[in-house]
């Protein structure tokens, strides 16, 4: 779902869409943000082509918990000594924050940012975001209760510094968890009582902690089974070319044996080794033949080494020997004798 005014059209509210404030003045939102988060404010300026702007927000606060939720057209924003560090999970769009001379990048499906209590400065595209103002202490306690420890030693998770967190680690999905936690809240919205029992502040604690510390958690990166299987493709046609390199080989004897289309084919050569199929094969024959005319003591001629590493004509072998080698094949011969 998304929403359009005039020439500007962004994507709907992670939650809050029926009570939400809609602003088209960048300093009418200042003005009702500062009176939202009790004294301070981020400054936004509109960075539309047409100057247009467009904001949609809405929070709500469960258990002392803080979230909010916001949609707007292209801005920058610039922030000083907020009162809390927070996280900001992109549900759609993409956007940079500058704090402490370290840029962090938030990208829907791929990275959260995490701001400390600190002065920072951004921009981003057209987004809609989800916003949790962190209470430290209680993500501390949380960590540890997940954990099972005692609080005896030096924090867990570090907070004072910029962060770029991973949406994504081991198969889990953490933008997919606040999208749900999202729908949950919109749920209970009319019911306050009910929104402070459902213990989605501690479900948000307990996300933010693995997002922030999964290898306390023994959250490992998922290993791209495509990715794997198209490598295992890749390098049985590889090992084909090494067996087969003195005879003629064809794209389609390597469509065979990856079992890969030529397209994938193309693109898997090209992804890995920057040249195509017929390339690769082609230096593999050069090496192995720069190899046969170095090794001591080989009275093989241009010619007949050209044939036998799967060279028709010598003409074409020593042109492309000498742009590999910077030399021809009969230098290397009068070279070893």
């Known amino acids: 779902m998304t929403v359009r005014m005039k020439n500007i059209q962004f994507p709907s509210l992670a939650f809050g869409a029926r009570s939400a404030r809609t602003d088209t003045s960048a300093y009418a939102m200042h003005d009702h943000l500062k009176t939202l988060s009790k004294g301070w404010a981020p400054v936004y300026e509109s960075r539309g082509q047409s100057g247009e702007f467009m904001a949609q927000t809405s929070s709500t606060c469960i258990n002392g918990l ?24 992109p549900l759609s769009g993409s956007g940079t924050y500058r704090s402490r001379d370290e840029n962090i990048s938030i990208q829907v499906g791929d990275k959260a940012a995490f701001l400390p209590k600190d002065s920072y400065v951004g921009e981003s595209a057209t987004r809609s975001s989800f916003v949790v103002f962190i209470d430290p202490h209680r993500l501390e306690k949380t960590t540890l209760s997940m954990l099972g420890i005692e609080n005896n030693g030096p924090g867990l998770i570090e907070l004072g510094r910029p962060q770029e967190v991973a949406l994504k680690n081991g198969g889990i999905g953490f933008d997919d968890i606040f999208r749900q936690l999202a729908g949950t809240i919109d749920m209970l919205s009319s019911q306050p009582g009910l929104l402070n029992l459902s213990g989605i502040d501690e479900g948000i604690y307990r996300t933010m902690a693995m997002m922030l510390k999964p290898n306390l958690f023994k959250i490992e990166a998922e290993v791209d089974s495509t990715q794997s299987y198209s490598r295992k493709l890749l390098d049985r046609s590889c090992q084909y070319i090494q067996q087969n390199k003195h005879q003629l080989i064809t794209l389609t004897d390597l469509e065979q044996v990856s079992c ?12 890995t080794f920057n040249c195509t199929p017929m390339q690769w094969v082609r230096v593999q024959r050069l090496e192995s033949a720069r190899t046969m005319l170095k090794r001591v003591g080989s009275t093989l001629s241009v010619t007949a080494t050209a044939f036998l590493c799967g060279f028709n004509k010598s003409s074409t072998f020593s042109h492309y020997y000498n742009l590999r080698f910077g030399e021809l094949p009969s230098a290397a011969i009068a070279n070893n004798c």
Do not use: C, D, V
């Not at 949609?71 to 907020?82: G, T, Y």
């Open 260 to 271: 890969m289309s030529r397209r994938n084919l193309h693109y898997a050569f090209q992804h």
């Open 66 to 89: 803080t979230l909010g939720s916001m949609a707007s057209s292209p801005i920058e924003i610039s922030i000083k000594n907020p009162n809390s560090p927070m996280l900001f999970i």
